[in-house]
């Protein structure tokens, strides 16, 4: 079949490496794609949320399949809009616009895991009409405080404040000054939870579920994750502890019930759950739901899936992932991703990237913001690449990509050089 994927950055190229490799896939076009992409199929010039230019480009291209890596589109309804259409009936790896509130607002989400008493964080929301209640509510809480965005905000409306004069100012930056747009016209405020964090994959068709993998992500800047947050500097997986009780925990109390409450509510549920966990004294709590596959996560979760992808989507949409056995590669898997200097604050693009001529068969180098330019590629994101190599374990695999890390440049290029630091 011909299958069209949306995206543009590590975790897209991720999924073409992968779907291309399935004996299912015809043709691989990736809307916009990156230099990396191009590599395993042809990369077509149409935004992610232009729905209109899509449904042309599938008319033409015979397309079976549309598979969609980010979260905008999905928000904005992407799967509604191909469903809607007479004169295109192929499967979109997706959920619906309604299920994609799950990540799209934050008081959705958690009104849901309230519904189905899934464990997560104690919480209140606040917008601009109940604005002083919620200053009140600041105050008598207790410390560190979380403050969220209720909406999109590209991952930067988490903050975490350690001072109620500091949660006081973020809350009046989000609500009055519309620090965020409208995805922060309305707050959520959450008890801290203190522990390690998690994600887990699943694909499901809204009543059935296969679990993909596992991943721990590294958020911040610096070294000892310090400093800014990010979209993610490097991934490791397997969790050393997230054995077979602690998983069949998430099952249990999380994962199931989710699904469960998906089918009980009726909700159009077809593609990836992303469970952002975290592990509070040996139990699992949900800090987020995402409606996509994680980046970088994908970049090690995807690389250890043995399955062909391409017949897990079909399964999906013939409601026969039961019948799955899923089958992950017994090597630990690290991502170290080497990013633009200045980021996550300003940074320039276009710079010129050095990369190896040989790659060894233990490593994959995923392209995240990059694209063609003169011949050469060129640097066009914040994160630029993200290198993925197995290993007996984390701290070889981590080793494997940072010593590949050596042999690519760009000006400008960092990356962290403690991916997978707890593990050694």
């Known amino acids: 079949m011909n299958i069209l994927l949306l995206g543009a950055g590590g975790r897209e190229h ?31 010039g149409i935004g992610v949320n232009e ?58 989400s958690k009104k849901f895991m309230q519904r189905h008493e899934i464990p997560t964080a104690g919480y209140a929301e606040f917008n601009k009409e109940n604005f002083e209640d919620g200053k009140v509510y600041i105050q008598q809480h207790s410390l560190p405080i979380v403050l969220k965005a209720d909406g999109l905000a590209a991952g ?60 721990k992500d590294y958020k911040r800047i610096g070294e000892g994750d310090t400093g800014l947050n990010t979209g993610g500097m490097g991934c490791v997986t397997p969790v050393p502890f997230v054995n077979d009780d602690f998983m069949q925990k998430i099952e249990t109390k999380i994962i199931r019930p989710t699904i469960e409450g998906l089918a009980k509510e009726k909700i159009v549920y077809k593609g990836f759950v992303f469970f952002g966990l975290i592990n509070v004294k040996g139990e699992p709590m949900v800090i987020e739901y995402n409606c996509r596959m994680g980046d970088p996560e994908t970049e090690v979760v995807i690389p250890r899936l043995k399955n062909d992808l391409v017949a897990l989507f079909v399964a999906m949409e013939n409601s026969n992932l039961p019948q799955q056995i899923i089958e992950t590669d017994d090597r630990a898997c690290a991502t170290v991703v080497a990013v633009s200097g200045g980021y996550p604050g300003d940074y320039e693009k276009g710079k010129v990237i050095s990369l190896p001529q040989n790659i060894p068969t233990d490593s994959i180098v995923f ?8 011949g050469n590629v ?22 494997q990509s940072k010593k590949l890390l050596k042999e690519i440049s760009f000006e400008g290029m960092n990356f962290r050089k403690d991916i997978g630091y707890e593990f050694e």
Request: with cysteine; net charge negative.
């Open 156 to 215: 930067k409306g988490v903050v975490i404040a350690q001072s109620h004069v500091e949660a006081l100012q973020v809350f009046e930056e989000m609500i009055l000054h519309k620090q965020f747009g409208e995805a922060s016209s309305k707050v959520v405020i959450e008890e801290f939870l203190d522990g390690i964090e998690v994600s887990v994959f699943v694909l499901t068709d809204g009543k059935e579920y296969k679990i993909l993998g596992h991943a």
């Open 378 to 399: 060129v640097t066009n994101g914040g994160r630029v690449l993200a290198v993925t190599s197995f290993g007996d374990n984390i701290n070889d695999a981590a080793k």
């Open 14 to 44: 991720a999924l073409a490496w992968k779907i291309k490799q399935s004996p299912l896939c015809n043709k691989l076009f990736i809307a916009p794609g990156n230099a990396g992409t191009s590599m395993f199929g042809e990369n077509v």
């Open 51 to 108: 729905f209109e230019e899509q449904k042309e480009f599938c008319l033409n291209n015979q397309i079976e399949m549309i598979v969609v890596g980010p979260e905008d589109p999905l928000v904005n309804g992407v799967y509604d809009f191909f469903k809607a259409q007479n004169d295109w009936n192929g499967i979109v790896v997706g959920p619906s616009k309604f299920a994609a509130q799950l990540e799209g607002s934050k008081a959705f």
């Open 367 to 374: 392209h995240a913001g990059t694209k063609e330019h003169n």
